[in-house]
C-alpha cells in the first residue's frame, strides 16, 4: 500500500474499529485536519519527537507538532477516540486510536 502525501485526522465520539464504524463528530463546523506525511509532522518510529526517517521495529508513530481542528461553531460531544484516514471526507481509515483522556467539545473550544 502506497500512504498518500496527505493524511487527515478526524475525531470520534464513539470508537471506530478495524473495520470501520465508530461515530465520527460531523457537526458544528467539524472537518478533518490536513496533516502532510512528513517526518516534520511525524516521528519516526525508533522514539517520539524523531524527525529521521524510521530504524525502529515497534510501528509506532506520534505527532510532531500540534493537530489543529476548525473552531466549532455547535459542541462535538465527548470525543473518545481519533483516526487516520487518505481522504478529507470518506476515504479509508488507515489506522485509530483512542485518546489518553477525553474531552468535551462546545461550541467555540
Do not use: C, K
Not at 521495529?57 to 505527532?63: D, F, K, V
Amino acid at each position: 500500500m502506497t500512504l498518500p502525501a496527505t493524511v487527515y485526522v478526524g475525531l470520534f465520539t464513539a470508537a471506530p474499529s478495524d473495520s470501520g464504524g465508530g461515530t465520527e463528530v460531523t457537526s458544528g463546523s467539524y472537518a478533518r485536519a490536513s496533516i502532510s506525511r512528513s517526518l516534520a509532522a511525524w516521528a519516526g518510529t525508533q522514539s517520539a519527537g524523531s524527525t529521521v526517517a524510521s530504524s525502529g521495529t515497534g510501528g509506532l508513530t506520534s505527532n510532531n507538532t500540534a493537530i489543529s481542528f476548525t473552531t466549532p461553531t455547535a459542541g462535538w460531544g465527548t470525543v473518545t477516540h481519533f483516526g487516520v484516514f487518505d481522504a478529507l471526507s470518506g476515504g479509508n481509515l488507515l489506522f485509530h486510536g483512542s485518546l489518553s483522556v477525553p474531552q468535551t467539545i462546545q461550541a467555540g473550544n
